[in-house]
């Protein structure tokens, strides 16, 4: 798993995610609750952060 996020520039903790939950559904896992909400909020953080970051590189470009 620790490979995943290496594979990917973009989106490194949503991909590992991905890979995650696929291979829980294939073992027929049931993921803990509480761990499932601290991943869902690093996605959104990676979420905040990489909108961020194209705000901060792109829009001074238009102004």
């Keep these: ?18 890979a995650l939950i696929s291979i ?4 027929q896992l049931d993921p803990d609750p509480k761990l ?3 991943r869902n909020m690093l ?3 990676e979420i905040a952060r990489e909108h961020l970051l194209r705000i901060f ?4 470009k238009l102004f």
């Design 1 to 18: 798993m620790s490979i995943i996020p290496l594979m990917y520039n973009i989106c490194g903790s949503a991909q590992s995610q991905a």
């Design 24 to 27: 829980q559904q294939a073992q």
């Design 57 to 60: 590189l792109d829009w001074p």
């Design 43 to 45: 996605l959104l953080v």
């Design 36 to 38: 499932q909400i601290a």
